[in-house]
Every structure is written in structure tokens, then in C-alpha cells.
């Protein structure tokens, strides 16, 4: 062995290359027995179920098939393992620092999903040995309870820092979780996710007591009440919790916004908020509460004008990012009141930096016209920090030239800014000289949606001398989006895009919701054929696929 790897530092970093797969890391681990260790300690930290742990016991002691309509491998114990078979189990449970879902702690970054691995026993290279991955491992529930009557669950777990409970103990009883959660209750528990359906609710209250005292080392904290379809309450206890910066409550009854607030605003440290919002009424208003902390905010699967209500109920001085995702059409004036409150909940206009609004109905009315016009949106004019503005689906957008040549001044650090109609049709009121123009002019630009009209000749801008001038360059835009746009061959379009802007990676307009009538016929025709000239003036073929755009998220936090 090379003398590099007597320092556990240098081991570290050269696992961080192959840490995502666990193929590489065996393969790594097999190398020396100086890189065994760490390298368990990284196929073992994040699990999510404890199915291979048990497989991980001498394969005479245990038995696994394939059961339900998930297709779910469930493993039972065939035999009683042994003191020492028990033992070696808990070694490897001790290198476990997070037991959350396949997709990762709902409220923390997701991380890589490895195989699954079982165990032979004659040796560490075999305790290394990639066996098949397995889809959706898990353990019926009278091996789990042999397994804590072997090990309280502080002591199978020591480092443990992240436990989202359902996920990985959906499969026992109800009277049994709500026993086993308190067992999971430690200092040294960062993040917990659970969910209290069917529990009393003077348990629950003892839980959320206790947790201060029992579990003040939480950072996150995310609580449900039928996966989200019961409204919650949030008790006067968490906002105790000395280190908590991200809660989620799935879901909140605005009915009782302002003392939801009121506990909230206890929590000092808090910089992320996740709501699901419920209910048909909203609280009387009153003197705003501020949440001087919050940076980052969610609302979600309430109206628009629910979510307005929270804002106006609220006061923040760091907010940095907002997402809302609500359900059922919007008119104008509730667009414009969101909009509004926003002005009004910021107490700086110096934070703010990220806004993505989508309507997410499950069978939203596309004929329903709802016209947004660019008065609507000019207040966001106020956060001159913005970096990504995002409206997804809320209505039928008629922005104009005079919005459009505003927005470099406003924005001038803007780089993502989309208002997508999706299958509502947006009004041909910008030009695509406009667009032009404010591309080239906003530097750090890289995304851009939006319909324009572009059957007129393109205006070109004229030097100091009155002659004609090329906008200059500008290599940030990657993609641009088109939607319902009006081309025709007079504009350029083709021409001006290859021009000025030489690192155009992706150019996408509709074309599946064109309605079939020979306008839209010659549309998405003349679409196409920009499409086309562009590819050829570039050397390179454009693919017009929108699932990208169709599946845009700003859930890059969560």
C-alpha cells in the first residue's frame, strides 16, 4: 500500500470520485484492506430500508420474495440469528448516518441510489461483493421487532443523523410506529420526516414536547397528517427547537394562519418554510408577524388567494426565494394581489432573487381566458436583485415592447426569466425585435420563454452615425423557447439568433397543442422551418422536445 493513503483525508477525497456508484467503490475497496472501511462507511450511510442489514446476516437465516402489486422484495427471517450473528449486524448499522426514502430526505438534497448488496461470510472482500440490485427492498414487520428487542434503536443507530420514518417503516402496524419514532428520538437526529395519521393527539402533543429537550440537535423537521391530506397544527413546541432552519408541514389549515405564524415565529434560526395549504376560509388579517430569518419560502396545493393571505400575514427581511404552486384558475385581480403582497411582505427589496408561480390544477379549464397584462407584473420591477422569474400556466400573458426594455434596467442580473402560457394561448403583443433587444442586453441571460410576434421585419438597432449596427454578441443565452410564436420569413429569425447569439444551445417552440386549423397549420410550419435554418446555419441539428420545459420545477432546494 502506497504511504498516500496512511492520511484519512486523502482517503476521503479519492472516494468522492467514485462514491456515487457502489460498483466503483467495491471494486475501490478491494484493493486494500486501509480502504475497506471508509469505503463501507459510504455503501452503508444512506439506506432506505434496513432490508440490507438483515441480508447482510448469513443467507441461512433469512428469505426474500417478490410480493404485491409494487413488486416490493420482502424479507422475513427463516432462522433466529445467532448472539454473534446479531452483533455483526449492529457493526454495520452503525455506519448508517441516514435512513430516508429511495429519493432522498424530502426536505434535504436527494442523493445517489446505490444497488443493493447482500452478504456472504467468509470475508471482508465478500462483505464488499455486489450481489443484484433489488427493486424496493423491505422487511416485514415481526423482523423489525426482533431486530429492536436485539438493539433499542439509539443503540443500532448511533449516528444516525436523518430518519424520514414512513418511508422506511411503512410496513408496521400503526400502534407500532408511533412507539418505535420515540425510540428514534435523539440529540443527534439532524432531520426527521414522519407522519401522524391515526396517532392521538395527546401523543402527539407529548411528541412535539418532548422534542426540544429530547431532540434539539434538529435542523429539519418535515410532519404530515395522511400524507398531506389532514390539516396539521403547529404547536408552540417546535418553534423551541434551538437549531431548526427547514420545516415543512404537510398540511396547514388557513383557518388558523396568523397562530400557525405566531409558533412559527419562535423558531429564531428559521431560513426555509414548506406549506401545503387546506381549508376554504382564511383568518381575519391583522398586523403582520415577521419571520426575520426565512429565506426561502413554499407554498403549495392551496388557491392563489390563499397564499396571498399567508404573505400579507407575514414580514421577512431575507427572503431570497419563493415558489408557489397552487390549484384552480386565478383571475387577473387575485395575479395582481399576489403580486402586491409580495411588495408588502419583503421589507427589503434587496433579497429577493428567485419567484417561480405555477397553477398545478389537476384539470385546469385551458379555454378559460384569464388576460395578464405587463402592469400586472411591473412591481417585481422593485427587486432589482431577481436572477429567476418563472410563471408557469396561470394565464394568458400580453406583455408588451415597453415591459420587455424595462426589464435589463430592473433585472440587470436576471437569468432565467419564462412566462409560459403552456396550453393557454398567449397574445402576440411583443415583438421579436423586443425579445432581441432585451436578450442581448440582459448579459447573464441563459433561459428565455416567451411568444412574440415575428412577422415583421426585424428592427435593426443603428449606430451613431445612423447606420445600421448587429447587436453585438452575447454568449449566455443556452436556450430559448418560442411558444405559440407568429414567424414569418421577413423577420430572419433564423438569421438573427445564429448572429448574436453563438452559444444558443436549445431553441424549442409548441407544436402539440396547436389547435388543427390551416393558421396554426402554417404556424407551426413556419416554426419548423426556423427550427431547420437555424440548425443549418449552425452545423448542428436542434431537438424540439419540451419535455424539459413541459416539467420545469424550481424545486432545487428540496
Not at 422484495?73 to 429511495?102: D, K, Q
Not at 388576460?371 to 408588451?400: A, C, Q, T, W, Y
Not at 426569466?417 to 441571460?445: D, G, N
Request: hydrophobic residues 40%; glycine residues 4%; aromatic residues 10%.
Amino acid at each position: 500500500m502506497h504511504r498516500i493513503f496512511e492520511f484519512d483525508d486523502i482517503i476521503r477525497a479519492v472516494l468522492q470520485h467514485v462514491e456515487s456508484s457502489a460498483t466503483d467503490l467495491v471494486n475501490v475497496a478491494m484493493t486494500c484492506s486501509r480502504l475497506a472501511g471508509p469505503a463501507l462507511d459510504i455503501l452503508w450511510s444512506r439506506q432506505s430500508s434496513l432490508a440490507r442489514l438483515i441480508m447482510c446476516l448469513p443467507q441461512d437465516t433469512w428469505e426474500g420474495k417478490v410480493e404485491g402489486c409494487c413488486r416490493d422484495y420482502i424479507v422475513r427471517l427463516s432462522r433466529e440469528p445467532t448472539p454473534i450473528e446479531w452483533e455483526h449486524l449492529r457493526a454495520n448499522a452503525s455506519r448508517v448516518r441516514r435512513l430516508v426514502s429511495i429519493d432522498g430526505f424530502t426536505d434535504a438534497p436527494k442523493l445517489p441510489r446505490g444497488p443493493v448488496l447482500r452478504r456472504r461470510t467468509d470475508g471482508i472482500g465478500s462483505a464488499l461483493d455486489l450481489f443484484r440490485p433489488i427493486l424496493r427492498p423491505d422487511v416485514i414487520g415481526h423482523v423489525l421487532k426482533r431486530l429492536f428487542e436485539q438493539f433499542p434503536p439509539a443503540t443500532l443507530f448511533p449516528n444516525l443523523c436523518e430518519l424520514h420514518f414512513e418511508a422506511v417503516f411503512g410496513l408496521l402496524e400503526r400502534s407500532s410506529k408511533f412507539w418505535l419514532l420515540r425510540q428514534f428520538i435523539s440529540p443527534g437526529l439532524q432531520a426527521l420526516r414522519f407522519d401522524i395519521t391515526g396517532i392521538p393527539t395527546h401523543e402527539v402533543e407529548q411528541l412535539f414536547a418532548a422534542l426540544p429537550t429530547e431532540a434539539h440537535g434538529l435542523r429539519q423537521l418535515s410532519v404530515s397528517a395522511g400524507n398531506g391530506t389532514a390539516a396539521l397544527t403547529v404547536p408552540p413546541s417546535l418553534g423551541k427547537l434551538p437549531k431548526l432552519i427547514r420545516l415543512a408541514i404537510f398540511a396547514i389549515d388557513v383557518s388558523l394562519t396568523r397562530q400557525m405564524i405566531t409558533n412559527i415565529q419562535q423558531a429564531r434560526c428559521l431560513q426555509t418554510l414548506k406549506l401545503n395549504l387546506c381549508g376554504t376560509s382564511c383568518d381575519a388579517s391583522g398586523i403582520p408577524l415577521e419571520l426575520p430569518s426565512l429565506k426561502t419560502l413554499y407554498l403549495s396545493e392551496g388557491s392563489l388567494s390563499q397564499c396571498t393571505h399567508f404573505l400579507r400575514q407575514v414580514t421577512t427581511r431575507q427572503l431570497s426565494r419563493i415558489n408557489i404552486s397552487y390549484r384552480g384558475s386565478a383571475s387577473p385581480a387575485e395575479v395582481t394581489a399576489f403580486v402586491e403582497s409580495l411588495s408588502t411582505s419583503c421589507q427589503t427589496f434587496e433579497h429577493l432573487e428567485r419567484i417561480y408561480v405555477v397553477d398545478k390544477s389537476d384539470h385546469p379549464d385551458y379555454l378559460l381566458v384569464i388576460p395578464l397584462h405587463s402592469e400586472i407584473f411591473r412591481p417585481l420591477f422593485k427587486f432589482k436583485r431577481l436572477s429567476s422569474v418563472k410563471f408557469i400556466g396561470i394565464g394568458n400573458f400580453e406583455l408588451d415592447d415597453r415591459f420587455l426594455k424595462d426589464v435589463p434596467i430592473a433585472w440587470p442580473s436576471i437569468q432565467e426569466l419564462k412566462f409560459i402560457s403552456w396550453k393557454r394561448r398567449a397574445f402576440y403583443s411583443v415583438t421579436f425585435t423586443a425579445m432581441m433587444s432585451l436578450a442581448f442586453r440582459c448579459r447573464s441571460l441563459q433561459t428565455l420563454h416567451l411568444t412574440v410576434d415575428a412577422t415583421q421585419s426585424t428592427t435593426i438597432p443603428r449606430a451613431p452615425d445612423g447606420t445600421e449596427a448587429l447587436w453585438p454578441t452575447q454568449t449566455a443565452l443556452r436556450n430559448l423557447h418560442l411558444g405559440y410564436s407568429r414567424v414569418s420569413k421577413v423577420a430572419r429569425v433564423p438569421y438573427f439568433l445564429a448572429e448574436v447569439f453563438p452559444t444558443l444551445w436549445s431553441f424549442k417552440f409548441y407544436e402539440r397543442y396547436l389547435r388543427n386549423c390551416a393558421a396554426d397549420i402554417d404556424l407551426r410550419l413556419a416554426l419548423e422551418k426556423a427550427h431547420s435554418q437555424l440548425g443549418a446555419l449552425r452545423n448542428s441539428p436542434y431537438e424540439n422536445s419540451d419535455k424539459l420545459w413541459e416539467n420545469d420545477s424550481d424545486d432545487s432546494g428540496t
